[in-house]
């Protein structure tokens, strides 16, 4: 539902893709910024000779890639298709063999000296919009000797936010769940209450576009173009919150406040509010994950990433596998132990867990990771079990609330609570307070902790429904932890 843009895009040929890249370059020369990862494009048995940023050249063979599906329901026609949730993608490099997994919250990996990340495969490039995909895969590159991207270049776009704050949250290569036809996310999404929290420039640059006052129609695009070429695109906020004194082709500053987070999506109010940010060279999509980890860890620089998966498909009776090892401490620090919490009361410590769902429903397994610093954090994966009889479209809850930080004993804390496909939900704020669903609802904390917030609802249909997200309540105001450049 974040995909204006994609329409407004058109597909490159080969030789328009060589000379966008070939005009980059040349902006980069003349701008002085650091380059950014190379892009290559592979079909199967091809090999392409690539100059990396700084110059080094290498040779890239793709030998073969292998793409692995999970069910996803579409809820236009509650049909079952495949979707692709991960390829492992067999390369070359200066003829050294190495096999690289490409799918949501995947970092780069080096191969031979040459830092590869999977931007694409063709499964990959279909669903409800399309990517424009011209060979089997994609690939960013660069040399590994060198930072993915500058550490200080990006701060993260909502001023107060915390690591998987909201369960509405997609990354790239991600499959989003209760859509009209499979829907593979280009960018990030951070759910969030619209108009409370501040959107910001995740780098400094220029206006390249900028809503009139009274909204674009769509869901008032905003773009920032930075002195490396990229451009930065930031969806859905409200027209009356963006910034008035943002004009085409002014200059912005790296956390420069653009307006605030909202809920605008095709000129309409969405039902679930979110900011979507994702990053572009000309046509291009970026993938965004490491920049967005490196955001993170410029904004916010001690704390844990944990990952447990976000959503995962199955059929009822078949297993999975539940990984959190792609969970992230934070600077200078090693995460020592993971402990999975299940929702029937099961445990397990172990990075990867090996699952049974034998019933249709939605589940919500927490991953609880610790570093060799003491700091601890939780993150949730939700599991959608469908029934392959029934045909049903499963359900589905939606949990934001404000503020995320500076949360102390005392505090309001206001909850924006939306449903699908599920009836007499209760809400649980985890400190042993129950209350009847209602769609807003405000909660005091007691004590300082670390809080699971649970929405459950019974069967609709499709199987029962349980939804949730952790809630941290300080021991004291925190100090404000915002990078160089930063408001």
Avoid at 175 to 192: I, K, P, T
Wanted: hydrophobic letters at 35%.
């Amino acid at each position: 539902m974040c995909l204006q843009f994609v329409r407004k895009s058109k597909t490159m040929t080969p030789a328009v893709f060589v000379m966008s890249c070939f005009c980059t370059a040349l902006r980069l020369v003349a701008t002085g910024a650091a380059a950014d990862p190379g892009i290559v494009e592979l079909n199967v048995g091809e090999a392409r000779e690539v100059v990396l940023p700084g110059g080094r050249t290498t040779v890239i063979r793709l030998r073969s890639y292998l793409e692995r599906t999970e069910p996803f329901c579409q809820s236009a026609d509650s049909q079952f298709v495949d979707a692709v949730v991960s390829a492992d993608v067999a390369l070359e490099v200066d003829g050294v063999q190495h096999t690289v997994t490409g799918g949501p919250f995947r970092l780069p990996v080096t191969v031979n000296g040459v830092a590869v990340l999977v931007a694409c495969t063709r499964g990959w490039g279909g669903g409800i919009f399309a990517d424009g995909l011209a060979r089997d895969v994609r690939l960013e590159v660069s040399d590994a000797r060198t930072p993915w991207t500058e550490p200080e270049r990006f701060v993260y776009p909502i001023r107060n936010y915390r690591w998987r704050a909201s369960n509405y949250q997609h990354t790239y290569l991600g499959v989003v769940v209760n859509q009209a036809r499979l829907y593979y996310h280009r960018g990030e999404d951070l759910g969030m209450i619209p108009d409370l929290e501040q959107t910001r420039a995740m780098s400094g640059g220029r206006l390249s576009r900028v809503p009139p006052p009274g909204g674009d129609g769509d869901s008032n695009d905003l773009w920032v173009e930075d002195a490396g070429g990229m451009t930065t695109r930031y969806l859905h906020m409200n027209a009356a919150g963006i910034d008035p004194i943002l004009s085409e082709g002014d200059g912005v500053r790296q956390g420069q406040a653009l307006g605030r987070t909202g809920n605008t999506y095709a000129g309409h109010c969405s039902p679930t509010p979110h900011l979507h940010v994702s990053m572009h060279d000309g046509d291009v999509y970026r993938n965004t994950f490491p920049l967005f980890v490196a955001a993170y860890r410029h904004s916010f620089p001690g704390e844990l990433l944990p990952i447990a998966g976000n959503v995962r498909h199955l059929y009822a009776g078949g297993e999975i596998t539940l990984d959190g090892s792609l969970s992230l401490a934070g600077n200078g620090a090693q995460i020592e132990s993971y402990q999975w919490t299940f929702t029937d009361g099961g445990r397990a410590n172990a990075p990867r867990v090996r699952r049974r769902y034998p019933q249709p429903g939605v589940y919500s397994e927490e991953l609880r990771v610790t570093d060799n610093q003491g700091r601890t954090d939780r993150d949730f994966v939700e599991v959608y079990v469908l029934s392959r009889t029934l045909g049903m479209r499963p359900p589905r809850a939606w949990i934001n609330y404000y503020p995320i930080r500076g949360i102390r004993p005392g505090t309001e804390v206001r909850f924006l609570i939306r449903y699908k496909n599920i009836r007499d939900l209760t809400i649980d704020y985890g400190d042993g307070t129950q209350q009847p669903y209602a769609e807003w609802t405000t909660h005091r904390y007691a004590k300082p902790g670390n809080y699971v917030v649970s929405v459950e609802g019974e069967d609709a249909g499709a199987g029962p429904g349980t939804f949730r997200v952790r809630v941290i309540v300080e021991e004291q105001t925190p100090v404000e932890n915002y990078p160089k450049g930063g408001e």
